[in-house]
């Protein structure tokens, strides 16, 4: 039972850790982004050897550093979009006219730099890893990479919790082009399918005769999705996730910064 107990509890400190990390660094003085920046960069360069020192690991060990170093590299891409430095070519809000294809357009134009960003990182994890027995640290970024699309066309679309509360003031324009309803048509659809994924994840880690390191590969990246399909469901409920990370947000707290264009 170990064996399971562990990663679970391993992924959800990570996650809860980090993210409150993220908005901690992200309400500092602005004066401190370019350091924060440069030393996410130096974490991501050493996350990507990283990631090519694990990919012949198949010890158990092996796959708990593929997966911490793969969180390293997504976690340079939510640092450079929160600071400020990889948005998008639009940092103006929404038009309150537009609608269909062309909020949609100008969505996409608010974050397309960062969309590019994560295919970079998404094609450097996979250079890195190559094709290597230890696979973790790649299907790591995949399930984070699908979970983050899923969340942003649900967010787009329209849900009962947005997190705007998350967001720092410089990004606070990103939130027109947000819609809160109580729910939209992809929700279902997302939920199912992670839902299904996460089982068949697990199905394959609890399978007799798996190898240690695969039982730990895989209730890593069950754990993960796991967490994704909880903050899908967040997104739907009348209480909000925020409260997970309100020490994260101290450093905005001191600041008052946290409510001004972002709550």
Known sequence: MLQYALPIAFTVLVWWFSTGAI?????????????????????????????????????????????????VVWAWAEIALLLGFVTGSRRTACPPDARGWRRAGFALQSVLHHELALAVLALAVMLAVGDGPNQTGWWTFVVLWTMRQS????????????????????????QSYFRRRAINALFPVSLLAS?????????????????????????????????????????????????????????????????????
């Open 195 to 263: 839902v299904v994924a996460a089982v068949l994840l697990w199905q394959a880690a609890t399978a007799a005769g798996a190898a240690p390191h695969e039982v730990a590969a895989l209730s890593l990246l069950g754990s993960l999705l796991a967490l994704g399909i909880v903050e899908h469901v967040f997104m739907v409920m009348p209480l909000s996730a925020d409260a997970l990370w309100h020490w994260g947000l101290r450093s905005r707290l001191r600041r008052g910064e946290v409510g001004t264009g972002a709550a």
């Open 151 to 174: 969340a942003k066309l649900n967010i787009f679309l329209g849900v009962r919790n947005l997190g705007e509360r998350l967001l720092p003031p410089h990004l606070a324009y990103l």
């Open 23 to 71: 908005l901690y660094l992200d309400g500092l003085p602005r004066r401190t982004f370019k350091w924060t920046l440069a030393g996410a960069t130096l974490l991501l360069l050493l996350a990507l050897a990283g990631l090519s020192i694990t990919a012949d690991d198949t010890r158990v060990t092996g796959a708990y550093l593929a997966f911490v170093c793969s969180l």
